[in-house]
């Protein structure tokens, strides 16, 4: 059982931040329908059904919930996982690489500017994640997590975080990734959030989301 973190009992964590969540994620949904619509269908011819990839992930207090993103992989794509181990640039129990064989063409340009993210919107609008917060974690991960490494899932997980705005391309280090998250945690404030959502937005724009 993983107990919440102390912030998560303050005002601005528990109503603010949740507000500011509702708020944004329902504009962009309204806003960003037609991307979603011409996402969806270029991933479908190009790529075939699914379009959406389901991601089955631990987030707050270690709750397990579904999210989707859009699909950028080949539909085999975990099965092919146990056969590219050797060549995981993550220093632990994530796997990375860089330049991944089982992504398409097009899944390439959707991580590239953080397209395919964007079905969590509606998994921050439902409240298991938020817009800033430490990523959730596969069943896989979280099960070798150390104790002190399972307190990333003591705050409501996000989109975003300081791993993916301080050069996650250039991070290869898992503790060091830990420690972006713990660091987060340890010096939350609403203000912190605000620089992280906008450091978002300028990493999605100069296209540094792979």
């Given at each position: ?5 102390k ?16 708020f ?21 011819l ?21 999210s ?8 085999n794509?975990?099965s ?6 050797d ?14 064989p ?13 397209l ?5 919107l509606?998994?921050?609008l ?5 817009f ?5 974690s596969f ?12 307190r990333?899932l003591?705050v409501?997980p ?5 791993w ?5 391309n250039?991070?290869n280090n898992?503790?060091e990734?830990i ?8 010096n939350?404030?609403l203000?912190l959030?605000?620089?992280i959502?906008?450091?978002t937005?300028l990493?999605?724009l ?5």
């Amino acid at each position: 059982m993983i107990e919440a973190d102390k912030i998560t009992h303050k005002f601005n964590y528990r109503i603010i931040k949740r507000a500011f969540d509702i708020f944004f994620s329902t504009i962009l949904i309204l806003i960003l329908s037609p991307l979603f619509f011409a996402i969806a269908m270029l991933v479908l011819l190009l790529n075939g059904y699914p379009f959406l990839y389901k991601w089955d992930v631990h987030g707050f207090k270690g709750k397990r919930f579904i999210s989707y993103k859009f699909r950028t992989m080949v539909t085999n794509a975990d099965s092919l996982k146990k056969g590219l181990q050797d060549f995981n640039e993550m220093s632990s129990v994530v796997f990375k690489i860089k330049d991944d064989p089982r992504i398409t063409p097009f899944g390439k340009i959707l991580r590239k500017y953080s397209l395919d993210e964007l079905p969590q919107l509606f998994t921050i609008l439902k409240g298991d994640m938020s817009f800033i917060g430490p990523r959730p974690s596969f069943p896989h991960e979280f099960e070798k997590f150390e104790t002190s490494q399972k307190r990333k899932l003591s705050v409501i997980p996000g989109l975003s975080c300081l791993w993916q705005v301080s050069g996650r391309n250039k991070i290869n280090n898992f503790d060091e990734w830990i420690n972006l998250d713990l660091y987060y945690i340890d010096n939350w404030s609403l203000w912190l959030d605000i620089k992280i959502f906008f450091k978002t937005i300028l990493v999605v724009l100069k296209g540094t989301g792979t």
